[in-house]
């Protein structure tokens, strides 16, 4: 669209700038842009919640555009959980509708006097009072907003824990059937910066250099979108929940557990499905529609309608808690949409809360209101309510695990799960090897998205990826090379910003560059497109290193380098012999910075 939108809270100001056009062939958008702003524009000693740390919502060139999976947008800030570089990624409908204002991305800086949102339109911004939402859920404050700002209105929403500065909250687009900007804790940031909500409502064209090309493509993988993702369509982003348990990528009793056999089943994807769906629902450009809606009748919670839990909702505030109890584990996906509430980082934290009370570690001024067994539906409700008010034993498990690791010592640490200071995704490194190296050299700390190697590690192929196919999990063995290929496919994937289940439809390497080619008039090669992507990955990471960050912290939680789990894998991850290589591959030094010689051979100024 070939703008970027400022907005200082503080001072009521608002403008508009050009992106430049060698930046965007450099860094593209969604989180390259965003990344290169925040690395030119922040200082290295900026504290995450100052009035000054910006906020960015960024979009890219495919976003909106008339192909599959394209209705994205990234987040993008010093995280407020972990310190260091933070991005998050949501589908829904915002990203498209935010495009069509005009604006490739919004910088947000400053404070609020007051609670208020921003309203972005095709011809105006306003920043306005939103002292009626304040407190309210973000499913009623969505609703509100639709009734001033208009029914085509989308709206990024905090809800209750985002504006109590809770560091593991998010930010809800769409409402009750929404989606999250989950990780990092951005919805902290908003809080600290007095702004409920994010609305847009655009209606502009977004031009495209050849559409007749970019129809073509879109056809041409018409057939294999429908079909080959087609469980994931049947039940959802937890289809395969049950294989996960079987060969050990799966976190059960605080990451602790091993087979899990019965519970896994009552809490699989198509139980879900044969039990309580309704409909599904879909992000914008989307065939697979892996959204669920989920109507529970009976029992306790009678009559609630929500979207369905994912696959790291059900695995995390479910296994990890070790309850089987599946429409407890809705009821909690519930309360976490509606307060604001990451669920991975949740679920972690209560699962967390769990050993540490069975290891006697929690004063019993914590526990008045519950005492956080195994398994206890009634604690993890408890405890999320406790955590979004920041009351109780919330108040420490709000701040994430590494956090309350060190505020309730003993020998809480050696079972804090936790990358850099961010929780993982139900991936367990233990299980599949490329995961390992995936956690540990993630620029936002434990992220099974940033290299996506899980389901094609002893699982599905991408043809025109360029390197083998790992036919081993528990072997170092060509590691290295596959996650750095992944890691920079996947940071092309959010800077474009395109949705990676689109990979398996058919929307992999040389399909994305034909697309990229049919929506900018660039004539990109293959080479290009990875280039871009190295570069980017190799930005982030240049943001940390100028934070301290190095080998030192590539590194995965204890339990995971030195405890053999058993129920689907007994082995442990090579992590340093894998690491060595990577670094060499990457053109790394020895301490995992990038070598001067690489800085230069990018193009990173």
Request: some cysteine.
């Amino acid at each position: 669209m070939g703008k970027i939108l400022r907005i200082d809270l503080t001072g009521k100001e608002v403008r508009e700038e050009n992106l430049d056009e060698d930046m965007a062939r450099l860094y593209i958008g969604g989180s390259g842009l965003g990344a290169k702003i925040l690395f030119d524009e922040t200082e290295a000693d900026l504290d995450p919640l100052d009035p000054a740390s910006p906020l960015i919502f960024a979009v890219g060139p495919v976003t909106g555009v008339k192909t599959f999976n394209s209705d994205r947008f990234e987040a993008i800030a010093k995280s407020p959980l972990t310190g260091i570089y933070g991005e998050a990624n949501v589908g829904g409908y915002w990203g498209s509708t935010f495009k069509k204002c005009g604006y490739d991305a919004v910088v947000i800086t400053g404070s609020a006097s007051e609670p208020s949102y921003i309203a972005i339109a095709d011809d105006s911004v306003e920043i306005k009072n939103a002292g009626h939402l304040w407190g309210k859920d973000t499913f009623e404050s969505t609703e509100l907003l639709k009734q001033v700002e208009g029914t085509k209105a989308k709206a990024a929403v905090i809800g209750p824990a985002g504006e109590n500065q809770v560091l593991i909250a998010n930010i809800i687009t769409d409402g009750r059937h929404g989606r999250s900007l989950g990780r990092c804790g951005f919805g902290a940031l908003m809080g600290s910066k007095n702004l409920k909500a994010v609305v847009a409502n655009g209606s502009k064209t977004i031009d495209i250099a050849n559409p007749d090309k970019l129809k073509e493509i879109t056809k041409k993988l018409g057939p294999t979108m429908k079909e080959n993702p087609r469980p994931m369509r049947e039940a959802g982003t937890a289809n395969g929940l049950d294989f996960c348990e079987d060969v050990g990528n799966f976190p059960v009793r605080n990451w602790s557990g091993g087979a899990w056999k019965e519970g896994a089943k009552k809490i699989t994807g198509y139980t879900m499905t044969e039990k309580r769906l309704t409909k599904t629902y879909h992000c914008g450009q989307c065939v697979i529609s892996c959204g669920r809606v989920i109507e529970v009748k009976g029992g306790p919670y009678d009559g609630l309608d929500s979207a369905g839990p994912e696959y790291e909702t059900l695995s995390l505030l479910g296994a990890n808690c070790l309850s089987d109890d599946l429409d407890g584990i809705i009821k909690s996906n519930e309360l976490c949409n509606r307060y604001g509430l990451d669920t991975i980082s949740t679920g972690n934290a209560i699962g967390f809360a769990m050993e540490a009370y069975e290891n006697g570690l929690i004063d019993e001024s914590y526990l008045d209101e519950v005492r956080p067994e195994w398994g206890s539906v009634e604690a993890i409700h408890k405890l999320i309510e406790q955590i979004s008010d920041k009351s109780g034993l919330g108040s420490i498990l709000g701040g994430g695990v590494k956090r309350a690791a060190e505020e309730l010592g003993g020998n809480a640490e050696e079972f804090a799960i936790h990358v850099k200071g961010l929780e993982p995704a139900a991936h367990d490194p233990r299980a599949k090897f490329t995961v390992a190296l995936g956690y540990a050299t993630s620029n936002r700390g434990a992220c099974h998205l940033q290299a996506f190697t899980h389901d094609f590690e002893e699982g599905g192929e991408i043809e025109d990826l360029g390197t083998p196919r790992l036919t081993d999990r528990f072997t170092p063995e060509g590691k290295a090379e596959n996650v750095i290929v992944m890691q920079h496919l996947m940071s092309m994937f959010d800077s474009l910003v395109a949705c990676k289940f689109g990979l398996f439809g058919g929307l992999t390497i040389n399909p994305l560059v034909d697309v990229i080619n049919s929506v900018t008039g660039w004539d990109w090669t293959r080479d290009d497109f990875f280039k871009a992507g190295e570069r980017i990955f190799n930005l982030k990471r240049l943001y940390n290193t100028r934070l301290g960050i190095s080998r030192k912290d590539d590194t995965l939680p204890p339990r995971m380098l030195t405890q053999r789990k058993g129920g689907g894998t007994s082995e442990l991850p090579p992590l340093n012999i894998m690491l060595e290589e990577y670094y060499k591959l990457r053109g790394w030094n020895e301490f995992g910075i990038p070598r001067d010689e690489k800085i230069q051979e990018l193009g990173i100024v």
